[in-house]
């Protein structure tokens, strides 16, 4: 639900002696992402006196509150230290090494090697009550990717409250991401150990030569480092308490149009091509498109579940609309898309993509494509739209930096502006997307979709058909959400309705999820299967727990929920060709609530 922008009541400590002085007492150098903070702090674009003004794309960051550490213990005499496991592929494996190594060194102190309940970022009470409960201490492995990373910081601060002390192990590929979390979550000094990267895959064997090596990051002892971290007086940054804000000043000048753009460009507020400068007019223009008032809050946005929500206006929104070179009337899409509060700039080493689908006769009353070309860069609409989307879910959102909130291992060029386009709703057999999500047809909406993937058909053979539909979908891989949608060109659609009876798109998604299935030992072998639906099995999540009890030599469906297939019509009856994409559906959002 939007609101209006209140002032802060949090505690304002000045930038200099506030921001910098963090950083540098906990000798970080400033990371990525900061940079261009602490120089707008400092002044550097004080837009008074300046020739050219611009509104600040940037959304508004959460204070920091910093988060004293555990007292710790001068040594692990009488202790009892727990090692566990956050389930990343080779965690256990790796610990049960460090568990041997401790056990040579320290026989006298007790050890435990558990592995938490859940997937990465889910809590384990009973565990955490346990090792509060008998004064122990905790060293968790392995921060490996994205998600597991952030989970073992997050674990470790959130124990560290609790006061238990810990040893956080992440690999030397995540360093920048779990020093930034921390950073933003009031622990900055928080005692990682840092491992060569991979841990995954390696045998015990190259797992002990780990154990018994240096960190690659600060040249100690990785043993003395993780004693170091549980043991020893804290510093006094590291007992630090307080309130951080980070202003974002509303205008920014300079002197010169490039000036301007070199700043955009070095604090990575573009998506490295030149934009179109939000100066005060060119926002105000945009601002006409809705009636909503310039500081309205319209929602916050995070790139990934582990990072800090970020907050932003309708003014906010604007500055983002005129830097993609959208028209104000677009404007009301582009703040649907903002108030979903889905980044279209997912922080995974997944490397994921977001997906537009618009609905309802703002289609026509803008312009937008949904058919020859339509998911290309051939129309105006299509294509600001989804690169505004894009723009505010690196700005708004506080994304997009490579290494600390932007982990895509390959990345994705769908990132530049996503896949935008209008369903073609007109030359479709069956019901509009947003009808099925419970609109009526003349209300207007987006939908968001996320994936990676593209598979392409052409034709419905009559003969071979469920053959080569099954192929098309066939090196997708299985996830807790079903992720699936189907984009099908018209003639493909009606021949599917008019010679194969799929009278409805549900029809259509029961055919996937009945006739798409892996056996059963492939399907349990699946990363991501491990990862994300074992944990939810072993929990009596269904349909996921009756999965896992099905004999070995059984057939397991690749796509568990055929009610989250999606199928949406689009392209302009060239020929027959079509799509099959792993991309997700997520949300839809009223287009005519942001008029």
Not at 194 to 215: I, N, S
Not at 231 to 243: F, I, M, N, R, V
Not at 486 to 514: I, M, S, Y
Request: aromatic fraction near 8%; glycine fraction near 8%.
């Amino acid at each position: 639900m939007s609101a209006i922008l209140e002032p802060s009541t949090t505690q304002i400590i000045e930038p200099e002696d506030g921001l910098d002085a963090l950083i540098d007492a906990c000798e970080l150098e400033a990371y990525p992402g900061e940079v261009m903070e602490r120089r707008i702090a400092r002044g550097d674009f004080q837009h008074e006196g300046k020739r050219l003004v611009v509104v600040n794309p940037r959304g508004t960051p959460p204070p920091i509150t910093l988060r004293p550490m555990a007292v710790r213990p001068a040594d692990l005499t009488g202790k009892t230290v727990y090692f566990v496991d956050v389930r990343f592929m080779n965690g256990k494996t790796f610990l049960a090494e460090i568990q041997k190594v401790f056990a040579e060194q320290f026989p006298g102190v007790k050890t435990e090697l558990r592995q938490k309940r859940g997937g990465y970022t889910e809590d384990d009470p009973d565990l955490w009550n346990e090792i509060e409960a008998n004064g122990g201490l905790m060293v968790m492995a392995i921060g490996h990717c994205s998600t597991c990373a952030p989970a073992v910081a997050v674990h470790c601060m959130n124990m560290e409250d609790r006061g238990v002390p810990t040893a956080p192990l992440v690999t030397t590929a995540f360093t920048d991401l779990v020093r930034a979390v921390t950073y933003k979550a009031g622990m900055p000094r928080l005692r990682f150990t840092f491992v060569p990267h991979p841990v995954g895959g390696k045998p015990p064997e190259v797992l002990r030569e780990y154990v018994l090596g240096a960190d690659p990051v600060t040249a100690m002892p990785v043993m003395g480092e993780i004693v170091a971290a549980l043991t020893g007086a804290l510093k006094p940054e590291e007992s630090a308490t307080g309130a951080l804000e980070r202003p974002v000043p509303r205008l920014l000048g300079a002197d010169t149009e490039d000036e301007l753009q070199d700043m955009f460009t070095d604090a990575r507020w573009s998506d490295g091509l030149p934009v179109i400068l939000p100066t005060e007019a060119r926002v105000a223009e945009m601002l006409k498109a809705t009636r909503r008032p310039p500081h309205e809050v319209v929602g916050k946005m995070r790139p990934t579940e582990t990072q800090e929500d970020w907050q932003y206006t309708v003014e906010q929104v604007a500055a983002n609309a005129v830097m993609a070179g959208a028209r104000p009337a677009y404007f009301p899409v582009i703040l649907a898309l903002a108030a979903s509060e889905v980044t279209a700039i997912h922080s995974s080493t997944s490397s994921f993509a977001a997906m537009v689908v618009v609905n309802g006769p703002i289609r026509g009353e803008i312009g937008m494509n949904s058919g020859v070309g339509a998911l290309g860069p051939f129309n105006h609409a299509n294509a600001t739209i989804g690169r505004a989307y894009c723009l505010l879910s690196r700005n708004l959102g506080g994304g997009a930096v490579p290494g600390t909130t932007y982990l895509g291992s390959q990345g994705n060029p769908l990132n530049y502006s996503s896949i935008c386009f209008a369903e073609n709703q007109e030359r479709s057999p069956w019901e509009p997307f947003h009808v099925q999500k419970g609109y009526k047809k003349e209300e207007s909406t987006v939908s968001i979709f996320r994936g990676r993937t593209f598979s392409h058909l052409l034709e419905i053979r009559a003969q071979t058909w469920r053959q080569q539909l099954m192929n098309l979908v066939s090196g997708f891989t299985p996830t807790p959400r079903t992720n699936l949608t189907l984009l099908v060109e018209p003639l493909a659609a009606r021949t599917l309705k008019d010679r194969e009876g799929f009278e409805t798109k549900e029809q259509l998604a029961q055919w996937f999820h009945l006739n798409s299935t892996l056996p059963y030992k492939t399907y349990w072998d699946y990363q991501l299967v491990i990862n994300y639906v074992e944990p939810q099995a072993r929990k009596g999540v269904e349909p996921f727990a009756s999965y896992l009890a099905q004999s070995e030599d059984s057939l397991v469906p690749r796509f568990a929920d055929p009610k989250a297939i999606a199928v949406v019509v689009v392209g302009g009856e060239k020929n027959a060709y079509w799509y099959g994409t792993d991309f997700g559906y997520l949300k839809s959002v009223s287009v005519d609530s942001w008029r």
